[in-house]
């Protein structure tokens, strides 16, 4: 079992549309991954070696007139390209990420989190696997807000469990997000 950290591919979203009513949020994008980190087939490097275009569509409903309890869940979507060193088209995959959230300060959020992913269309190419997999996870998340600077910056831990003709792992996720 070979572990090798590292960072992974980076991650654009171009487009974002949101709507926002008095106990709801709701929003559509459309994002890539490019290829950009190490990649190796058959090793637990952080790349992928191919590109990823997504499509996302999401909601939170906020269960109280403060907004302190929260539920969200994100939908997503991915279409692969050909990775570069196997000539095989990974198939493609649904992603439904959800979280649960308590605001225990006007800025700060602490919550659970968790994700469900399958992937929906065989791989394809010459030696292609006609397996489908998937895997589940779930951890704590912190999320803190800056509204002068209109940044948000969250950290996630999620353990995955559940895993079928894939790795199972650990992972840690930063994010920061500025608004235009």
Not at 61 to 75: I, P
Not at 125 to 138: E, I, K, L, N, P
Not at 152 to 158: E, F, G, H
Request: proline share 5%.
């Amino acid at each position: 079992d070979e572990s090798i950290p590292g960072l992974s591919d980076l991650y654009f979203e171009p487009l974002t549309l949101s709507w926002h009513g008095q106990q709801y949020d709701a929003a559509f994008g459309y994002s890539f991954f490019a290829p950009t980190a190490c990649s190796s087939p058959g090793t637990a490097k952080p790349g992928k070696g191919f590109w990823t275009h997504m499509i996302t569509l999401g909601g939170t409903v906020y269960f109280d007139e403060q907004k302190t309890w929260s539920f969200s869940a994100l939908n997503r979507y991915e279409f692969n390209s050909e990775e570069k060193d196997t000539g095989i088209t990974p198939g493609q995959a649904w992603t439904i990420e959800w979280g649960l959230s308590k605001a225990i300060r006007p800025t700060v959020e602490i919550g659970l989190a968790g994700y469900y992913q399958l992937q929906t269309t065989t791989d394809s190419g010459a030696g292609a696997s006609s397996a489908r997999d998937q895997v589940v996870a779930v951890g704590p998340e912190i999320t803190a807000i800056c509204p002068k600077l209109k940044l948000m910056t969250s950290l996630r831990y999620l353990r995955e469990f559940a895993a079928e003709d894939r790795t199972e792992g650990n992972a840690v996720t930063v994010t920061f997000t500025r608004r235009f």
